[in-house]
């Protein structure tokens, strides 16, 4: 893994795992089942140790799928410049990076 990636995996690690570094943002569809259900569905999230070539191919950990109570449940990670305006020149670099993962429901995907 080069030096890169693995910044890119370590940023995206403390957003998904501890809320750092970025924004969350949440569907309306993982809205509708209500809060006890989004805490079981973020911490599922957080706790998501399964990576593989399959589900992670460039190793940086920006995209995964949980199961929650039978709910299929997608995050991502998007890298956006500081105004969320256009995508980031350099995802390794949060000096000019914003980082929004998205928690949704497998058919909002």
């Known amino acids: 893994m ?5 910044r ?12 750092r570094g970025g924004r969350i943002m949440v569907t309306q569809g993982i ?12 911490g599922a999230m957080r706790h998501q140790t399964e990576f593989s070539d399959d589900n992670d191919p460039y190793g940086e950990r920006d995209f995964g799928s949980v199961d929650v109570d039978g709910e ?20 390794a670099d949060p000096t000019v990076t ?6 949704m429901l497998a058919d909002e995907y």
């Not at 890119?8 to 809320?19: F, Q, Y």
């Not at 914003?98 to 928690?103: E, G, P, Q, S």
């Open 72 to 91: 299929v449940i997608f995050w991502k990670i998007d890298y956006y410049d500081l105004t969320l305006a256009a995508g980031s020149a350099d995802p």
């Open 8 to 19: 890119i995996r370590a940023l995206n690690d403390a957003l998904r795992v501890d809320g």
């Open 2 to 6: 080069s030096d890169r990636t693995a």
């Open 98 to 103: 914003t980082r929004v993962l998205t928690l």
């Open 31 to 42: 809205l509708a089942h209500g809060e006890a259900w989004l805490l079981q569905a973020i």
